[in-house]
C-alpha cells in the first residue's frame, strides 16, 4: 500500500509564500515523475509543477517564475515553493506521483492541502 501526504497548506495574503511538501510511503523501489496539480472550485484540476526522476522540471505558464517544484528521493518527498502568491491561487493542491513498487507501477494522488490567497 502506498500513500501520498500533503502537507504545507494554509491561509496567506496575495504576495506571500508557501512552501507544500508531499511524502510518499510504502512499498516504493523508486517514484518516477512528481507533480502538483490544483482544482478551484466549480473548476477541473489543472498541471501546476512536474518533476521528472531526472529533475527535469515542467510549469503551468500562471505560475512560471513563482513556483519552484523539487524533490528530495531520499525522503521520498516532492515540495511545490510558492512566492508571490495571488488570489488565483487558491485552491486545494493535490500531489500525484508514478510509483513503481516489486511488481507493479501505478500513479497515485494524495488527499489535497487547501491553499488560500487573500486579496
Known amino acids: 500500500q502506498v500513500q501520498l501526504v500533503e502537507s504545507g497548506g494554509g491561509l496567506v495574503q496575495a504576495g506571500g509564500s508557501l512552501r507544500l511538501s508531499c511524502a510518499a510511503s510504502g512499498s516504493i523501489v523508486s517514484i518516477n515523475a512528481m507533480g502538483w496539480y490544483r482544482q478551484a472550485p466549480g473548476k477541473q484540476r489543472d498541471l501546476v509543477a512536474t518533476?521528472?526522476?531526472?529533475?527535469?522540471?515542467n510549469y503551468a505558464d500562471s505560475v512560471k517564475g513563482r513556483f519552484t517544484i523539487s524533490r528530495d528521493d531520499a525522503k521520498n518527498t516532492a515540495y511545490l515553493q510558492m512566492n508571490s502568491l495571488k488570489p488565483e491561487d487558491t485552491a486545494v493542491y493535490y500531489c500525484?506521483?508514478?510509483?513503481?513498487?516489486?511488481?507493479?507501477?501505478?500513479?497515485?494522488w494524495g488527499q489535497g492541502t487547501q491553499v488560500t490567497v487573500s486579496s
Open positions: 518533476i521528472t526522476n531526472g529533475g527535469k522540471t
Open positions: 500525484n506521483a508514478l510509483i513503481r513498487g516489486t511488481y507493479y507501477i501505478q500513479n497515485y
